[in-house]
């Protein structure tokens, strides 16, 4: 039985065109960590299996419809020796709402080196366990020390993966794709801004950088502070550190806050 990353990620279609009915988000407006994983796996379609995500940079152009097909185009950017580029255009009735660049390399041998990072929390450790509000998300087991907005949790937070996912990087690279895109948004908030912003805020850019293999079974701690505010944009910057501190992958998100 397919795993539930799987079954999001499921798309129809062949070549370079794909179609995906899945959708979930928050009033009416698709959760973007869901068009991210979706676009990742209509990327790694049309490469070898033995690429594997190096990285993805995205857009988010406008607010994806909860019940509306998303269709993926894929553009073949280049075909290399070692690294694999490709173009994804998520549109919905033939409007473009999210825009990837996303990289797959070859494994090759090298030097495995990261900067020393403070010892991590053990998972028991983080506070009690937190359900999202949205059903969708529960396919993560979560725990944080404190609510965020709306009652998202803030980063710190340890998370894994309730049910198996396969051995599959690509799927597995889908499934912290989903994941990545959790909680960004309250943490670029404006220091001691206590107001919501009008309209509410959300992501305008997203980037993941995949360092090492992931285990989703296992606890992983997501720790992301804010960089910058300026100009109505909040700057965050994330790392997904496993339970020995390993680093496993690097995420960047700005936001729209209009306060």
């Known amino acids: ?121 053990p998972w028991s450790a983080a506070g009690t366990a937190t359900r999202l509000p949205e059903g969708w998300a529960d396919h993560f087991e979560i725990r944080a020390g404190a609510g965020g907005m709306d009652d998202w949790p803030v980063q710190p937070m340890w998370f894994r993966s309730r049910h198996p996912i396969e051995d599959d990087p690509l799927l597995r690279a889908c499934a912290m794709t989903f994941i990545s895109d959790v909680g960004l948004v309250a943490v670029a908030r404006p220091p001691r801004e206590a107001q919501l912003p009008r309209g509410g805020a959300a992501s305008l850019d997203h980037a993941v950088w995949f360092h090492r293999p992931i285990d989703p079974h296992r606890w992983h701690r997501y720790e992301a502070v804010p960089v910058s505010h300026h100009d109505a944009r909040g700057l965050a910057r994330g790392s997904i550190l496993a339970e020995d501190g390993t680093l496993v992958a690097s995420v960047a998100q700005e936001s729209l806050w209009r306060i």
């Not at 279609?13 to 973007?32: I, N």
């Not at 009735?93 to 020393?116: K, Y």
């Open 1 to 121: 039985m397919p795993s539930w990353i799987a079954d999001l990620v499921q798309l129809d279609g062949d070549g370079e065109t794909f179609r995906s009915a899945a959708s979930f988000g928050t009033a009416g407006r698709l959760f973007g960590g869901l068009i991210a994983a979706q676009a990742l796996a209509a990327a790694g379609a049309t490469v070898e299996p033995e690429r594997l995500p190096q990285s993805l940079h995205a857009y988010f152009i406008r607010g994806g419809r909860v019940g509306v097909d998303v269709q993926y185009v894929v553009e073949r950017t280049r075909d290399g020796r070692s690294f694999n580029t490709r173009r994804v255009t998520a549109s919905q009735d033939g409007a473009a709402i999210f825009e990837m660049l996303a990289s797959f390399h070859r494994p090759e041998p090298t030097t495995d080196w990261q900067r020393s990072e403070q010892p991590s929390l």
